[in-house]
């Protein structure tokens, strides 16, 4: 069993701590908030700040990333002294459906609908009334009242491209309440309700060390994480070499 140290979204906080009952060869967990991918330069920048800090740690062996490409923000991290290892996903909803081909076909089966998780829906991050309120707490901070109206319309028309909400868990105490918050926005949204039960093998298998290059992406150091255009979504690249100063 490989020692490693985590870098993680909190949106698998409690999933986490659900799945490593007992996992001592984790050396050190680092928690980040969800609201990282809204700014993907951000995120890629304090993700490397603490890559390089746990890699630089001699009793570990690999560092690993409960993340996805999440809007490339992870793309470009870049180890230098151990193998990074991250999951083939675009997204967590990737990791809670378990593979990229059930992501897939789900999203073929119901290309309208909008995933709900435990995490998104602690963070009111996901489509309901009180999402919309605090939307529009934080716009009246920078916006004249008509501006706010506007961009809550705007909020609302992207909500609009939307007709199912798809509830997924992996088995957290939370579950079962989170399952009727997402229900309750559903209702209130008009939409359609679904509660699918997701796969933890993908999650489980990242946290323990059963890494085959089918499901994850490994980077050694040297090298940095790249966007795949294709169905493998990730690749590792040459680091780019700096032009020489004239």
Known sequence: MPRLALLACSVFEREITLHTCGAEHI????????GLHDRPDQLRATLQENL???????????????YGLC????????????????????DCITVFMGSKEAYAEHQRRCPTCYY?????????????????????????????????????????EQWAMHDTATYLELGTSDAKA?????????AWLGW???????????LRDLLWGNWDAERFQIIEPGMQLGH?????ILRAEQVPTKPPIK
């Not at 290892?85 to 675009?90: D, E, S």
């Not at 009111?124 to 008509?146: C, Y």
Request: aromatic share 8%; net charge negative; glycine share 6%.
């Open 27 to 34: 050396a050190e967990v680092r928690f980040f908030e969800m």
């Open 52 to 66: 390089d800090a746990v890699d630089a740690r001699s009793d570990i062996e690999a560092v690993v990333l409960a």
């Open 71 to 90: 809007g490339r923000g992870t793309a470009g991290l870049r180890p230098l002294r151990h193998r990074l290892v991250i999951p083939r996903a675009h």
């Open 116 to 156: 709900y998780t435990p995490g998104w829906n602690r963070e009111r991050r996901v489509p309901g009334p009180q999402r919309l309120e605090m939307i529009k707490v934080e716009l009246a901070k920078k916006f004249e009242p008509d501006e706010v109206e506007f961009l809550i319309e705007t909020e609302r």
């Open 178 to 186: 989170e399952s009727a918050y997402a229900q309750k926005c559903a």
């Open 192 to 202: 359609k309700f679904e509660h699918q039960p997701g796969e933890p093998a993908l």
């Open 228 to 232: 795949a255009p294709d169905e493998t």
